[in-house]
DNA sequence: TTCTGCTGTGAAACCCGTTTCAAAATCTAT
DNA sequence: ATAGATTTTGAAACGGGTTTCACAGCAGAA
């Protein structure tokens, strides 16, 4: 691999003005110029961007810590972000957790000493707030959030509201008991999730009815039956994400529930998924792409977003109306 | 952030010994180490991965280009790679292509100049040849295959007996008239199914009958219309992937024909979807925490498989049966 | 006691692109 | 033609961890 020195040697110029054409930081006599180009041609030159990171102290890259990818609603979310990031020169550095803190801890001392110009962090794990309050590069928050941080910057949907938005469109629809599939407590999304339903329940003098699961297809299906056997006139659920919601729907098929007739469903995230099965899951949408552009973006353009110092980020789910609810 | 020398001066050692004793590649007068882990501690020093690299040549780094994380066969890949990279402390860089040839050199360019210790690529597209011929890092290409490259080394299962089987099965499961949804045959793996379907229609006397289309749900749709309407006694289809097989399926289903009672669907890939969706999809599985173990350890242990001179590491696919087929 | 051999240690070079700084070259004005 | 201003350019320092090399210190051998 060809050095600068390599070139300048060949151009019979110095180093500094091979930087100089290569960067078009100064102005440089026309005819070295073309020497420099040729030299670079001639010998493939490609400049190395660790040597280029060490003394910037930016390798242009951006740290992405998330519990993990297979998640669709994450690789949905990575997409984005790559997309963003690309178009602005930066590479994405993946990191799968498992929502596990020490490895989140590790990942981010890790992205840290690698130069990255910021972390993208799904997590809303309280344990490590003291690490990030020290970090020296800029940590958003995307999809959840830390209570009580105040160097983070954070871009999510209202999950509140789209929590609201779910129990109005099941109560919208007819739906008399509705039972609601609660995300793991300690995710901020999915508390908010909750509380928005909860707060339904209690505007529209419905009862509420919950159930615990994990983010997880297999804790859906097991919830799910507990359902059916606890709460025999249940006629609506809320899944705190689609993959629960998918898992919802395969058990009450199983057991013969006609869904939307008996049992209607609405899940969240709008995963590609939820257009793609039978029937199509209705569900509520997150602006992912927005999401990912913006967390990027925070990043990228960090010294511009200095000055506003709007710390949250926030945009509006939506009621993605399909087959697993019916209008009345 | 402290740097090894301000550890040094603490504990009143040369930057070397610090080295020496973070590393342990020499051995340190006792008292001596006690005084520099106590720097260390105090400074809360963690080494730049930076510069490093940058004389290690090395960046812990692996390069991971795909088409799009997006779709879920991609994104279970990712998280098997990264998983066994995390296990020997590299980190992954994620660069989504869409399949553009330029994105493509870009990305391999650009790991490249970071130092990367190798590139996992999944393309078959045959214009990177002459550059991957001529990178320096090694290049692990997964999934697919390029024609008559001797530089790279190869991961994949084995498509062509996955089209065999898929075939064989509708067969066996008593299909007298099978569709083959064909991939783009530019990708080498959809050629080997499509191979491996029409060897067993040749073999077993059944007539090939195959229909274009591209990895992606719109697409799947459109040509099941299609299938629906040329082939009117089709009682079979096997899709190129997943993706494909439940959009088929769910074409079917708003055409009112029973799966698998009038026609029957095997799928490639088995993602996590295809167990999850109703009725369960019945499918090729890939290994593929395998395959992505084997790409990333051909890179971390790159010294250990340079003296085995083999170029392709192959996989079995394997049936797995599940709702959209029958026994008879 | 002197010589060999081994271990521990620090100064300095190294990796390589960027930037500073001062000198050199070119140009403007008197 | 010369002082002064401006532009171009290269040598050297820089970033920070690693490694080489040579020297110092000490143990055992002669």
Redesign the interface.
Same mark, same amino acid.
């Given at each position: 691999?060809a050095s600068i020195r390599e070139v300048a040697k060949l151009a019979n110029v110095s180093p500094a003005t091979v930087s100089r054409v290569m960067n078009g930081t100064a102005r440089v006599d026309e005819e070295k110029k073309q020497r420099v180009l040729a030299a670079i041609k001639e010998t493939g030159f490609?400049?190395? *961007?660790?040597?280029r990171?060490?003394f910037k102290k930016s390798?242009k @890259?951006i740290g992405?810590i998330l519990p993990?990818?297979?998640n669709?609603f994450f690789?949905?979310l990575?997409?984005a972000i *790559?997309?963003c990031a690309?178009k602005h020169g930066y590479?994405?550095? @993946?990191?799968?957790t498992g929502s596990v803190t020490e490895?989140e801890k590790a990942a981010m001392?890790?992205l840290?000493?690698?130069?990255a110009d910021g972390i993208i962090l799904t997590t809303s794990n309280e344990e490590l707030r003291e690490f990030t309050e020290n970090c020296?590069i800029p940590i958003i928050v995307t999809d959840r959030v830390f209570q009580g941080s105040n160097k983070l910057k954070y871009v999510h949907c209202d999950h509140y509201k789209g929590g609201r938005m779910a129990a109005e469109h099941l109560i919208d629809c007819g739906c008399k008991s509705i039972v609601c599939i609660k995300g793991q407590q300690e995710i901020s999304s999915a508390r908010d999730r909750y509380d928005g339903y909860r707060d339904v329940c209690k505007e529209r003098g419905i009862k509420e009815q919950t159930v615990d699961s994990a983010y997880d297809?297999e804790e859906g299906m097991k919830v799910t039956e507990e359902i059916l056997e606890t709460f025999k006139d249940v006629d609506g659920i809320i899944a705190c994400n689609d993959?629960v919601a998918?898992?919802a729907?395969?058990v009450l098929?199983?057991n013969g529930i006609d869904v939307p007739g008996k049992i209607q469903i609405i899940g969240f995230d709008d995963i590609?998924?939820a257009k793609?099965?039978?029937p199509e899951l209705t569900t509520i949408g997150q602006p992912v792409k927005e999401i990912g552009a913006k967390a990027a973006e925070l990043i990228i353009f960090k010294d511009k977003y200095a000055k506003e110092d709007k710390q949250e980020y926030i945009f509006e789910a939506s009621l993605v109306e399909r087959e697993t609810t019916r209008d009345i």
């Open positions: 691999m490609v400049p190395n *961007e660790v040597a990171s060490l390798a @890259l992405l993990s990818i297979e669709p690789a949905q990575a997409g *790559e997309r690309d590479r994405l550095v @993946l990191c799968n490895k001392q890790m840290s000493s690698m130069n020296s297809f993959m998918i898992s729907y395969k098929h199983k590609a998924l793609l099965m039978t």
